[in-house]
């Protein structure tokens, strides 16, 4: 079944850094969009990152530009996060989820939402 | 501006239709998707493209939208409809994606 799964998470100081990946399966990993998504202890979702399906563009939210990097490797069918120079305002968990398949621009990534979603990994920087 | 407002929280008496709503600038240009997330679980997505329903959710889910209001609307609410709802949509400057703050559901 498709199915994502994130891992990586855990107790930083400030200024540290950390790597999330998202390990994805039952789909053709390299013709979707993905994302990630953050939501802070009893906050509301925020979008953090997304990457193309050939990894060709990136974009980011403007708190996490700078610091934090998206990346996909086909051949493992993983999605990360590399996570720098982290804040206590990045403590969260962090959702990847699935965005739109490749024939879509990613202009257009909006329309289509995230129709698949893990379970989340949670960063705590502290 | 690159904001999404919605109010904080929603009741609906079972089996009663529920409308909430999500508010923004962006909404004038771009369409809605929304989202459901229950307590301790990952978002579902519900509705994408303003009006559109993914395979598998429920026909009583529907989207509309006016101005710069869009709208999630339930019809015959039941228990298991109560959850965080979510509206999204593609922020002013370039690519970004915006959520709105969340509507939390109660079905009495």
């Known amino acids: 079944q498709v199915q994502l799964v994130e891992s990586g998470g855990g107790v930083v100081q400030p200024g540290g850094s950390l790597r999330l990946s998202c390990a994805a399966s039952g789909f053709t990993f390299n013709s979707y969009a993905m994302h990630w998504v953050r939501q802070a202890p009893g906050k509301g979702l925020e979008w953090v990152s997304s990457i193309s399906y050939d990894g060709s563009e990136e974009f980011y939210a403007d708190s996490v530009k700078g610091r934090l990097t998206i990346s996909r490797d086909t051949s493992t069918n993983t999605l990360s996060l590399q996570m720098n120079s982290l804040r206590p305002e990045d403590t969260a968990l962090y959702f990847c989820?699935?965005?739109?398949?490749?024939?879509?621009?990613?202009?257009?990534?909006?329309?289509?939402?995230?129709?698949?979603w893990g379970q989340g990994t949670t960063v705590a920087v502290s | 501006s690159s904001e999404l407002t919605q109010d904080p929280a929603v009741s609906v008496a079972l089996g009663q239709t529920v409308r909430i709503t999500c508010q923004g600038d962006s909404l004038r240009n771009y369409f809605a998707t929304w989202y459901q997330q229950k307590p301790g679980q990952a978002p579902v997505l519900v509705i994408y493209g303003e009006t559109n329903r993914p395979s598998g959710i429920s026909d009583r889910f529907s989207g509309s939208s006016s101005g710069n209001t869009a709208s999630l609307t339930i019809t015959g609410a039941q228990a298991g409809d109560e959850a965080d709802y979510y509206c999204s949509c593609r922020g002013s400057s370039g690519h970004h994606l915006i959520f709105g703050g969340g509507t939390r559901l109660t079905v009495l």
């Open positions: 989820a699935r965005g739109p398949a490749s024939t879509i621009n990613p202009p257009q990534y909006y329309y289509y939402g995230m129709d698949v």
